[in-house]
C-alpha cells in the first residue's frame, strides 16, 4: 500500500516536457523532453538554452538573469552613449597598456575632463589639423560603436566595425607615455595615417610637439 502510494506521487509530480517548474536554490527554468535545461530571460522574457547565458558565481542557478543577446545589445546602446563611448576607449588603453608592460599616467576621470577641454577647443573636431584659426579645415568625429560584444586578447572587442570617422585617443609622441600632455584625440583614420605620414602630416604633428614639449602650453 505504502509503495504504491509512493509511485502515485511520483507519477503526480513527474515534470512533463515544456513545464516551467521552480528548483530549490534555482531560479525558474524549463524541463524539456530530453532532459536539457532552459532558462527564462528576464529582460525579453525568451525561453532559451542555458548555453546562451553568462555563468555567474553569485546567482542562485549559476547563471546571469540576461541571455547573452540582451546584454549585448544593452552593451551596444550605452557605448553609443558619449560617456560609454569614452569609457570603453579608456580602458582600452589601460588593457593595452598592460599587454606592452606600459603605465597610464591618468585617470578615468581625467581622461573625461580632457575630452571636455579638447570639446572646448575644437568642438566635434579632430585636434589634426593646421590649428583652432583654421578650425573649417579639421574633420568631424563621431562616437558609433558597433561590435558584438565580446573581448579580445588586448581589450578590443571582436567584431568591432572600425569606423574612419570614430574618436581615436591617441599619443602624439609615441616615444612617450600616456600622460595628459602626450594625449590627443584624432580620428581613426588620422590615428591610422600616422604609420605612412604625408609631408602635411609631418607638419601638423610637428606643430602639435612644438606646443606641447617646447612651448609648453599647459594642456
Request: hydrophobic share 25%.
Amino acid at each position: 500500500m505504502k509503495l504504491k502510494k509512493q509511485k502515485r506521487n511520483q507519477k503526480r509530480n513527474a515534470v512533463k516536457p515544456g513545464m516551467v517548474y521552480h528548483v530549490p536554490q534555482l531560479t525558474t527554468i524549463v524541463k524539456t523532453g530530453r532532459g536539457y535545461l532552459k532558462k527564462k530571460c528576464s529582460k525579453c522574457g525568451e525561453v532559451k538554452s542555458l548555453e546562451d547565458f553568462c555563468k555567474k558565481r553569485a546567482a542562485k542557478d549559476g547563471h546571469a538573469p540576461w541571455c547573452v543577446d540582451c546584454i549585448k545589445e544593452d552593451q551596444k546602446k550605452v557605448q553609443n552613449t558619449e560617456t560609454g563611448f569614452l569609457k570603453k576607449r579608456y580602458y582600452d588603453i589601460i588593457a593595452r597598456c598592460r599587454v606592452e608592460n606600459r603605465k597610464c599616467y591618468f585617470t578615468l576621470d581625467q581622461f573625461l575632463a580632457a575630452f571636455e577641454k579638447h570639446k572646448s577647443i575644437y568642438g566635434m573636431k579632430s585636434a589634426w589639423g593646421p590649428g583652432v584659426d583654421h578650425l573649417e579645415q579639421h574633420l568631424p568625429i563621431t562616437r558609433t560603436h558597433e561590435g558584438n560584444g565580446q573581448r579580445g586578447k588586448k581589450g578590443v572587442a571582436k567584431g568591432t566595425k572600425r569606423i574612419a570617422s570614430n574618436l581615436s585617443p591617441d599619443r602624439l609622441d609615441s616615444n612617450r607615455g600616456y600622460t595628459l600632455q602626450n594625449l590627443i584625440f584624432i580620428r581613426s583614420d588620422e590615428n591610422t595615417r600616422k604609420h605612412s605620414s604625408s609631408y602635411e602630416d609631418c607638419k601638423i604633428q610637428i606643430r602639435l610637439h612644438e606646443e606641447r614639449f617646447i612651448k609648453m602650453k599647459p594642456y
